[in-house]
């Protein structure tokens, strides 16, 4: 087990906030997890688990241990009269995992296609994107408890999914099951369709159908027509320091959602199975204003006000800070309250 101290985390997350964490250990195995728990010093230290960093704003240094994960490796590991089974480690870049099952005929992840972050992070924030969530094609994932070392194992339900949500965003307590610091993903199994059907119905994807006088696109034209629309509206994390969108979507009832339409007629809205309606928290903001203003270093982003970007010199330079992010997100949240009633949520871990 090498235990690395004083390292910097600029490279390792997407907003390229410079923080250090005091002492990181790269995790390749189980192995490694059970070497630093029966250590008689770092086995008590608080732990601190990052996959990508695609998913975090930190606001300073880092104080536990970070247990940096890299496991890697994909596989099919079964299938059965409905499903084909596979699996990843949690190190492995998401859309690389994307790319390789399409490469094996395996489709069915091609919605979430470009979304940054690891395979192991993915369950955690339940990601999503173009009508399809991680949960749709979820099959279980093995974990390690950061206490005991023990591996177990998560089915769907024990994962507790919401929306952006699951058992390991929250603490644990009296009557409430939280694994949030408690465990780290090690490999996620996923079952993909064999009798797949694209997902379809969205603006953007109505819009390359037509372009491309094409109503019944094939998983791989569906992956190409996702990694397009995302390319054209959110910047590249290599280039331009940032978490993705940073708020969630608001759910209001029917009731909210035609209060502000009566208001604001060309609000963007969806309808949900359940009744209630999905608004575009993007729309939100832009209405508000905000669509390429900037406070200190930090910004919001010119092509698409849901991601909040660094203006900073980029990967190898200081740039915005962690607190000129939230201060820059609160300013937005109160803005977009004060003018809908709607209080909208970060998705980021702040740290």
Known sequence: ???EKNVALQPYNSFHIVARAQALVRVTDEADVRSVLADPLWGRQPKFVLGGGSNIVLTGDVEPLVLKMEIDGMRVVGEDARYIRVEA????????????TLAQGLPGLENMALIP???GAAP????????VELQ???WELDAIDLQSGEVFTLNAAQCAFGYRDSVFKHAGGPGRMGLKDRAAILRVRFALPKDWKPVLGYADLERKMAEHGCTAPTAQQLFDWVCAVRRA?????????NAGSFFKNPTVSPEQCADIIAREPKLVHYKLDNGQ??????????ACGWKGKSMGQAGVYEKQALVLVNRGPGVNGEGATGGEVMTLAKAIQTSVYERFGILLEPEPVVV
């Open 233 to 241: 509206k959110l910047p590249d994390p290599a280039v331009i320091g």
């Open 117 to 119: 972050g690891t395979v």
């Open 89 to 100: 480690g949690a190190g492995v870049p998401w859309h690389d995992f994307v790319c390789w």
């Open 277 to 286: 309606f999905k608004l575009a928290a993007g729309w939100l903001i832009d």
């Open 136 to 138: 749709d094609r979820f």
């Open 124 to 131: 955690v924030q339940n990601i999503g994107a173009y009508g």
């Open 1 to 3: 087990m090498l235990v």
